[in-house]
């Protein structure tokens, strides 16, 4: 499983902006399509089920971070 700095450096490479932080919660919005999704920058590993929410949130798919 990635950890949170990846699934981040994943959606900002595909047009996602930092919006805003709240503690350690990065706040992410698409610019056009306006997905908005939330990633806790915690150490280690993101939870399975915490990876797929993240994704689906941003219109993604597990298999998509996959091919980066």
Known sequence: MPTAK????F???RGFLAQR???SHFI???PTTRYRTVIPMHPGDLPT??????????????ADLRKR
């Open 11 to 13: 959606l900002k490479r």
């Open 21 to 23: 932080q709240r503690g």
């Open 49 to 62: 089920g915490l990876l797929r929410r993240i994704l689906q949130d941003a219109g993604f798919t597990v």
């Open 6 to 9: 990846e699934v981040v450096r």
């Open 28 to 30: 992410l919005q698409h």
